[in-house]
Structure formats: structure tokens, C-alpha cells
């Protein structure tokens, strides 16, 4: 063996060497940023609802698949409230992560109108999940008939005999049903001296009141063609009165609803549109939420809506344009930071 070739094995034993040393030291390095490394986040909360097995119930549903989507193993629980005036409450004081609210609710609270005794105003929104549950003023035909009623306003006018049910008291649809019933100059006092009176009953009740005539009338927030409607039109004769501009306008200054206009054909005995209010039906958070996490869980639920919108066959307008779509009531400053990324604002 030359002396070169000695040499040359001398350096390659000393490469050798300090590769394996060097692999000693930095291995544990790597293990250990491994095991510092951030486990994936995940998401355990709550979203205050309404009574079980109606639409709400469902929507919470989608919401803990569309967060699951973004955030495997997370979670968000239904939890059963009395509704939207209620959750106020319940979000306001901690008893739960999220909460569905309608926007009027929203604004009665922001501004401490009645039921609220003082303005609360710790509540923001991430997102709104529908726009299309409009007030539909459904009047038996025969009855319509008999008095000459063609739109809302006429009730008022005409002064008949006339028994109106509308939601039980503590719902927003009862409150902007009086809303709309006052701004034509037919308050309760004014219908009972005509005769009439009011009924406060839950949407399946006013339902079957209509169909047993026990009931003129029913004025509720309902998705077009609900199950209740087309149930009471399979049993008596019904017409879908309009409202004016200046009711509409009245009513939306008063109770935060928006102008809405019933498609003509959207039931075979209302062939023209019909304008009128509706509600809508937001996802809110107190305003102390960390702004991170109500951007994840924004970015989650804008990004994965269709796990929203299949729940039930009415969610199918639901798109990301109308989630962003909530005025009168602020975004959460994380909710709002997703939108302007995602150009939504």
C-alpha cells in the first residue's frame, strides 16, 4: 500500500468520524422540535339553539361537520334554548360558546328595547346562516272575500270581526307580527273593540287553528312553502296579502328586519309577488372571543358552508355572499379580518 493511499484512508476515517458525530448531536435536535411541534387545533364548544328537531337543531349539525371539515376531532354540541331572544342571555353571560340569533333580536338587544331592560352590547356575529324566512300574512280566502281584504293594510281599514293568530309571546316573530299589525293601525285593543282578538300560539298551532276556523288568520316567519303552510292549504282555501312600502319601511326601522319579496308562483293560489319583511337568523359570539380563534372558526365555516347548507332542503341558498351579508350588528374583529382576505367585504 502507497503512502498516498494510507493517507487517503486516514481522512475518509476521519470524515466518517465527524459525519456520525454530527449525526448524533443533530438527531435529538430534530426529535425534539418533533415532539414540540403544535398538535393539529381543535375545537370543543357550544351553540345555544332552540327546542330539538327543528331546523336549529339541524343547523348545529352542519356547524360541527363544517368545523370537523377544517379541524378533525373538534367539536360543537346543539344545546337546547328557548330561542333567539333567550340566547341573548345565555351567550351574554358565558353558558355557551355560539348561539343562533336573529339580527332583530340583535338589534333589540344593542339598542336594550323591550324584553331587554338595558343595552347589551358584548355581542358580535361570525356569520348569518339565512335571509329567507319572511312574515307570511295568510288569510283564509272566504274570509278575504267576505270583507274585501286584498292586502295587509285593508285589515285595518275594513275593521272585520277578525281572529289573528301569531307566535307565542317571547318569539321575534310575535313581536314583529305586532310590529307589522300596529304600523297598520290594528293593535290588539284596536281589533278586539272591532270584535276580533289575537291569538299567540306556536307555529303548528296557528296551523291547525286556520284549517279548524278557528282562526282567520295567521301572520308568521316561515320559510316559503313550509310544512305548516302547505299542510293548512291542503284544508282550507288561503290568500297571501301584501304590504305596503310604507308598512315594510315602518316595520324595518322598528324591528331590524329586511324588505323581502315572495316570488309570484311560489305557492298555485299566490300567482303574483308579494312584498313584504323578513328575519334573519345569525351565528353570534360574545366580543371577548380571541380574535384567532373566531377567525378559524369563521374560516371554517365560510369555507366548508355546503356541510351548512344540506341539512335541510331550504338551507340551499345558503352561500358564502349572504353569510357575510349581516348589517346593524358588527362582526367579530376576527370574523371580519377572514371576509376582507377572502373578499367578501
Given at each position: 500500500m502507497t503512502v498516498s493511499s494510507l493517507k487517503e484512508g486516514k481522512i475518509m476515517k476521519a470524515f466518517i468520524k465527524k459525519s456520525v458525530l454530527a449525526a448524533i448531536l443533530v438527531i435529538p435536535g430534530l426529535l425534539m422540535m418533533m415532539n414540540e411541534a403544535p398538535a393539529a387545533e381543535r375545537y370543543n364548544l357550544t351553540v345555544a339553539g332552540a327546542s330539538p328537531g327543528g331546523l336549529w337543531s339541524l343547523l348545529g349539525a352542519g356547524l360541527d361537520s363544517a368545523l370537523k371539515a377544517s379541524y378533525p376531532g373538534s367539536t360543537v354540541t346543539y344545546q337546547t334554548s328557548g330561542g333567539g331572544i333567550p340566547n341573548v342571555a345565555v351567550l351574554a353571560r358565558g353558558?355557551?360558546?355560539?348561539?343562533?340569533?336573529?339580527d332583530s333580536v340583535l338589534q333589540m338587544a344593542r339598542e336594550g328595547k323591550p324584553p331587554f331592560r338595558e343595552p347589551i352590547g358584548n355581542i358580535q356575529v361570525l356569520s348569518s346562516l339565512y335571509t329567507w324566512a319572511p312574515m307570511q300574512a295568510l288569510m283564509r280566502k272566504g274570509f278575504a272575500e267576505e270583507y274585501g281584504i286584498e292586502t295587509f293594510a285593508d285589515i285595518a281599514k275594513v275593521?272585520?270581526?277578525?281572529?289573528?293568530?301569531?307566535?307565542?309571546?317571547g318569539n321575534i316573530a310575535s313581536n314583529v307580527a305586532a310590529d307589522m299589525l300596529d304600523a297598520i293601525g290594528a293593535t290588539p285593543e284596536q281589533i278586539e273593540s272591532w270584535g276580533?282578538?289575537?291569538?299567540?300560539a306556536a307555529s303548528s298551532e296557528q296551523s291547525e287553528l286556520i284549517q279548524d276556523r278557528r282562526a282567520d288568520m295567521f301572520i308568521n316567519s316561515l320559510f316559503i312553502n313550509q310544512s305548516s303552510i302547505m299542510q293548512a292549504a291542503s284544508n282550507v282555501d288561503l290568500k297571501l296579502l301584501p304590504l305596503s312600502q310604507e308598512t315594510i319601511s315602518q316595520v324595518n326601522e322598528e324591528a331590524g328586519t329586511h324588505?323581502?319579496?315572495i316570488p309570484g308562483g311560489s305557492y298555485e293560489w299566490a300567482p303574483r309577488e308579494i312584498p313584504t319583511i323578513s328575519i334573519s337568523t345569525t351565528l353570534a359570539v360574545r366580543d371577548d372571543m380571541d380574535e384567532e380563534t373566531?377567525?378559524?372558526?369563521?374560516?371554517?365555516?365560510?369555507?366548508?358552508y355546503e356541510q351548512i347548507a344540506k341539512v335541510h332542503p331550504a338551507m340551499y341558498r345558503l352561500k358564502p355572499n349572504i353569510m357575510a351579508s349581516v348589517e346593524g350588528v358588527p362582526?367579530?374583529?376576527g370574523a371580519l379580518r377572514y371576509l376582507k382576505e377572502a373578499g367578501l367585504r
Open positions: 353558558s355557551a360558546d355560539m348561539a343562533l340569533i336573529e275593521k272585520p270581526p277578525i281572529t289573528i293568530a301569531i307566535n307565542k309571546r276580533g282578538e289575537i291569538i299567540y324588505t323581502f319579496v373566531a377567525y378559524n372558526l369563521t374560516k371554517a365555516f365560510y369555507e366548508n362582526f367579530h374583529p
